[in-house]
C-alpha cells in the first residue's frame, strides 16, 4: 500500500504550476493540482495573454491614421469594446481549455477547488471536504494585486477588474508607474479613453534603463496620456457620474473609473503555510532556495508565490526544473540571470542584461544609442522615434545590455536576447550583416560610442 495519495501534488493552475504538474506526470508520478478560480492563472486569463489581445485591439486607431500616408482612403472608425470583450472572453476560454486537456492528457488529476496546506503532506480540498496525502507538496498559487490602504481606497479597482469591465470608461485615473499601469495607460488612450497616470517617483519604469523610461514617458505624452510624476492619491471620493481623485499636491482630478497598479504580492494569505512550518518573507513569499525548496523538505514553490521575478517564463522555467531535479534525476536550477522582457506599451520596449546605471557600477563601458525616426513612419508622418542601446564592457567589449523602444521591439529582444546570453561581443554584433531595410539593423550598425 503506498505510503501517500500522490507523489505530487500542486496547488495553483498557472503556468508554474501546469508546466510542474505535467512533466512530473509525464515522469511518471502521481500527480494532483487544485485550481480554485480557472486554469492558466495570471497570465492567460488575467494577465500577459488578454493584455497582449488589447493592446492589439489599441494600436488599430493609429494604423486607420498611418494608412492614409500611404495611399489608403478609411472610412468611418468605431470601436465596440463589447465585442471586443466577446471575442476576447472566447479565445481565453479556449486557451483554459487547452491547459485543463494537457494536465489531463498527461495523466494529472484534476480539483476545480481551493486547496490548502494543513501538515508537511497532508492538503485540505475545499469542496470535497476531504484530506489528501502528498510525498511533495507544490505551491504555485501566484501574486495578487495591491491597493493600499487610504481614504477611499475601496473605491480603486485593479487590473482583474479591468478584463470583465462591461462598458469602456471615458475618463481613467491609473495610479502606478510600472509596467502594468504604463500598459494600461497606453491600451485606453488607443482606445480612444482620456487617460491620466499617477505616479509618485521622478519617472516611470523603475528598474528599466534611465534613456528607455525617458523615451517611454516622451512618446507616451505625445500621444496623449496626461503623466502626473512625484504625485500620488490621497483620497478617492464618489460622486454623480465618476470619482473626484484629490492628489498630495492638492489638485484633484475626475474619472469614471481608477485603476491602481502599485504592483503585486504573493498569494499566500490563507493557505496553511504559517501552521505547516513554511517561512514566509516580508512581502508573504514563500521563501525557498535555489531549487525552489522551501525550508520544509517536502514543500516547494514556483512562481510569483516567491517574489523571485515575476514574469510567466521564469515560473514555467522554474515549474520544468523542479520535476526534473525531483522526479526526472536530472538537477536542474532554474536560471534567473539575463532574461529578455518586454513592456507592451506604445512605443514598446524590450530590455535584457544590465542597465546603463547597473554596468557602471561593475566597470568601464562603452554606450551605444541610436534615436531616429523608423521607415515605418516616414510617409505616414507620424512623430514617433526608436531608440536603440547597447551597454558594452570596456575592457572585453562584451554586450552587457540591449535596451529598445519602438515598433517590434518586443520581437528583437528575443533574439538578442540569445546573443547576449551567449556572451557576444560589440564586434559580433559589428561583424553581422544587417538586414535592410529594417529598424533592427541598426543594432549591428553603430560603430561611435556616444559615452
Same mark, same amino acid.
Given at each position: ?109 484534476? #480539483?476545480?477547488?481551493? %486547496? !490548502?496546506?494543513?501538515? *508537511?503532506? @497532508?492538503?485540505? +480540498? ?5 484530506? $489528501? ?123 469614471? #473609473?481608477?485603476?491602481? %497598479? !502599485?504592483?503585486?504580492? *504573493?498569494? @499566500?494569505?490563507? +493557505? ?5 512550518? $513554511? ?11 535555489e531549487w525552489s525548496q522551501s525550508n520544509v523538505p517536502s514543500i516547494f514553490a514556483v512562481g510569483d508565490v516567491t517574489d523571485r521575478m515575476a514574469l510567466t517564463p521564469v515560473a514555467i522555467r522554474e515549474g520544468h526544473a523542479f520535476a526534473d531535479t525531483v522526479f526526472g534525476a536530472k538537477p536542474t536550477k532554474a536560471d534567473h540571470a539575463t532574461v529578455p522582457t518586454a513592456v507592451f506599451t506604445q512605443p514598446e520596449l524590450g530590455t535584457v542584461g544590465l542597465t546603463e546605471a547597473q554596468a557602471r557600477e561593475e566597470g ?88
Amino acid at each position: 500500500m503506498a505510503e501517500f495519495d500522490y507523489d505530487l501534488f500542486v496547488i495553483g493552475g498557472g503556468s508554474g504550476g501546469v508546466r510542474a504538474a505535467r512533466i512530473a506526470a509525464q515522469y511518471g508520478a502521481k500527480v494532483g493540482v487544485a485550481e480554485e478560480y480557472r486554469f492558466g492563472g495570471t497570465c492567460v486569463i488575467r494577465g500577459c495573454v488578454p493584455k497582449k489581445l488589447m493592446v492589439y485591439a489599441s494600436t488599430y486607431a493609429e494604423h486607420f491614421e498611418d494608412a492614409a500616408g500611404f495611399g489608403w482612403d478609411v472610412g468611418e472608425r468605431r470601436f465596440d469594446w463589447a465585442r471586443f470583450m466577446d471575442a476576447k472572453n472566447t479565445e481565453i476560454a479556449r486557451l483554459e481549455g487547452i491547459y485543463a486537456r494537457n494536465l489531463d492528457t498527461a495523466g494529472a488529476e484534476i #480539483f476545480r477547488c481551493r %486547496a !490548502t496546506v494543513l501538515d *508537511p503532506h @497532508t492538503v485540505h +480540498l475545499a469542496s470535497h471536504g476531504e484530506q $489528501v496525502t502528498a510525498k511533495h507538496i507544490l505551491i504555485a498559487t501566484g501574486g495578487t494585486p495591491f491597493v493600499p490602504d487610504f481614504p477611499g481606497s475601496h473605491h480603486a479597482q485593479t487590473s482583474n477588474e479591468i478584463f470583465e469591465l462591461p462598458h469602456q470608461p471615458e475618463r481613467v485615473v491609473i495610479v502606478g508607474g510600472g509596467y502594468i499601469a504604463s500598459e494600461f495607460a497606453c491600451i485606453l488612450n488607443g482606445l480612444g479613453t482620456q487617460v491620466v497616470q499617477v505616479y509618485r517617483g521622478p519617472q516611470i519604469l523603475r528598474g528599466f534603463d534611465d534613456d528607455l523610461r525617458d523615451h517611454a514617458a516622451t512618446e507616451m505624452r505625445k500621444k496623449g496620456i496626461e503623466l502626473r510624476i512625484n504625485e500620488d492619491v490621497t483620497e478617492i471620493r464618489e460622486k454623480e457620474g465618476g470619482y473626484e481623485i484629490a492628489l498630495r499636491s492638492g489638485d484633484t482630478l475626475e474619472a469614471d #473609473f481608477v485603476l491602481y %497598479a !502599485t504592483g503585486r504580492i *504573493p498569494n @499566500t494569505e490563507g +493557505l496553511g503555510l504559517d501552521a505547516a512550518g $513554511v517561512a514566509l518573507g516580508r512581502n508573504g513569499e514563500v521563501v525557498v532556495d535555489e531549487w525552489s525548496q522551501s525550508n520544509v523538505p517536502s514543500i516547494f514553490a514556483v512562481g510569483d508565490v516567491t517574489d523571485r521575478m515575476a514574469l510567466t517564463p521564469v515560473a514555467i522555467r522554474e515549474g520544468h526544473a523542479f520535476a526534473d531535479t525531483v522526479f526526472g534525476a536530472k538537477p536542474t536550477k532554474a536560471d534567473h540571470a539575463t532574461v529578455p522582457t518586454a513592456v507592451f506599451t506604445q512605443p514598446e520596449l524590450g530590455t535584457v542584461g544590465l542597465t546603463e546605471a547597473q554596468a557602471r557600477e561593475e566597470g568601464e563601458v562603452e554606450i551605444y544609442r541610436s534615436t531616429f525616426r523608423p521607415m515605418v513612419h516616414t510617409l505616414s508622418g507620424r512623430d514617433e522615434k526608436m531608440l536603440m542601446k547597447l551597454v558594452v564592457a570596456k575592457d572585453t567589449r562584451k554586450v552587457l545590455g540591449v535596451h529598445l523602444a519602438g515598433h517590434g521591439a518586443g520581437e528583437m529582444i528575443q533574439l538578442a536576447g540569445v546573443a547576449v546570453r551567449m556572451g557576444a561581443t560589440k564586434d559580433d554584433f559589428d561583424n553581422t550583416v544587417a538586414v535592410h531595410p529594417t529598424a533592427s539593423e541598426e543594432l549591428v550598425t553603430m560603430r561611435s560610442p556616444v559615452a
